[in-house]
């Protein structure tokens, strides 16, 4: 009878690590796809930032 419960007892524990392994996979997938998008929506908004001081300068410069 000790033998099915510590049996049961690690099949149950395995079950639990591969549904913590899989769940987590999926947060730090989607956390990778987010930050990814974040970095692309910083680098327009540098790109802009930069391209809109060039004109005041030159706007500044022409004055």
Do not use: P
């Given at each position: ?5 510590y049996?049961?007892?690690l099949?149950?524990?395995l ?10 996979k999926?947060i ?23 391209e ?12």
């Amino acid at each position: 009878m000790k033998k099915n419960i510590y049996l049961y007892l690690l099949v149950f524990s395995l079950l639990v690590n591969v549904f913590q392994y899989v769940n987590s996979k999926g947060i730090i997938d989607k956390y990778e796809k987010d930050i990814k998008k974040f970095k692309a929506k910083i680098e327009v908004l540098e790109t802009k930032n930069t391209e809109t001081s060039l004109l005041k300068v030159e706007n500044d410069v022409a004055d």
